[in-house]
């Protein structure tokens, strides 16, 4: 009971941290709107120094691995002339935008900062679930959190020498700055507004880092130059940090419908005279189809294994792992190949055939001989637990890390943290 109660005084503590801070997620789908407080389980995940020090040297290679394909795939395309990647899966993705492909950049300037999303097994092996290469959010909130966890739990935090997270911000601010390639640069962060789910984070992020946060209004795009509209005239920008989506960042060339973009800003970073990052076009890595060849790219690009191995993954693009998936359909859970396609109707969202009915099966098995490519099998992995807190007491939940990786020079550096996600029940 001493401990539950000394617990609850925590969780108390914690909230009336996020309520004076005003710490907020949107929810689009309620019809209520507007902003709610975010929602944080005071018991923290401790993940020990020697697994984590495995996990950090997996994720920098994951990242090098994203890079490398985003790279390629927008460049000289090896990976397609070679039979390394089948080019329906990279030309059918609607996150691949043909007005990139021959832009020049840095090595290691398409991914400067990434999430992945990790799942403990049962067995505590450790695998990737999936990739985040186009705006990745949550970073914000896993500061947030850990601020305010540093204050309600100040002696554990100290016992456990958990690590700061400045010096990955400030990688990443250093990073930013020097692909800029200016002496003084103007860096903005680009947000979609205050509508946005994670607008909070757009903010914190903004100010943390010391960067302006803008719309896509206030900038316009002169003689290929981005600007940034200010009340004492007109200031170029020579990196944008963007937490909006590619297709919506230029309704010049990209998504004509788009009210969030600027108008111009392809050809502006195609002269060379504005970096965007993520670059734009780099959710191209996001498909979670990509994950089925990661093994054979990897030895492809580093002549290495994998240190995280991907979810077991099968696209229905190819013969033999359509029907390998329509062999195994109760082990599997059924997913969508591109986040734009439907597998079943209006149905976007993870399928378990294990679970349908009957005339639900059949429709799917359907769907998945004649459309397989719309689609990919994955393995469901039984997911190891960790302590939250509900209804006032502790109970063991299966949980998603969140993890970020942040360019650091030629590699990449990772966040000694995350944003541990927990299933509601």
Known sequence: RGAAGHAANHWEAAQRLIRENGTTYNVYEETSGGAHPWRMDPIPALIPADEWRRIEAGLIQRARLLNAIVADLYGPQKLLTEGLLPPSLVFGNPNFLRALHGIELPSNGWLNFIAVDLARAADNKWWILSDRTQAPSGAGYALENRVVMGRTLPRTFRNAQVQRLAGFFQTLSDNLVSLARFDDPLIVLMTPGPHNETYFEHAYLARYLGFPLVEGEDLTVRDNKVFLKTLNGLRQVHLI?????????????????????????????????????????????????????????????????????????????????????????????????????????????????????????????????????????????????????????????????????????????????????????
């Open 241 to 425: 940090f963007r937490r909006v989506d590619s297709e919506y960042c230029d309704p010049l060339e990209l998504r004509t419908d788009s009210l969030l973009g600027v108008a111009g800003l392809v050809a502006a970073a195609r002269a060379g005279n504005v970096v965007v990052a993520n670059a734009l076009g780099s959710g191209l890595a996001e498909c979670d189809a990509l994950m089925s060849f990661m093994p054979g790219l990897c030895r492809h690009f580093f002549g290495e294994d994998q240190l995280l191995p991907s979810a077991a993954t099968w696209w229905c693009g190819q013969n033999r792992e359509r029907d390998y998936v329509l062999n195994n359909l109760d082990r599997l859970v059924i997913r969508p190949t591109f986040s734009n396609r439907s597998i079943i109707g209006n149905r976007m969202n993870a399928i378990v055939p294990a679970e349908m009915t009957s005339a639900e099966r059949d429709t799917l098995v359907d769907r998945i001989k004649h459309r397989g490519y719309n689609c990919i099998g994955q393995e469901a992995l039984p997911l190891s637990t960790t302590p939250c807190w509900r209804d006032g007491v502790l109970q063991p939940s299966p949980m998603v890390l969140r993890a970020y990786i942040c360019a650091d020079g030629d590699s990449y550096r990772v966040m000694p943290g995350g944003l541990t996600r927990i299933a509601d029940n």
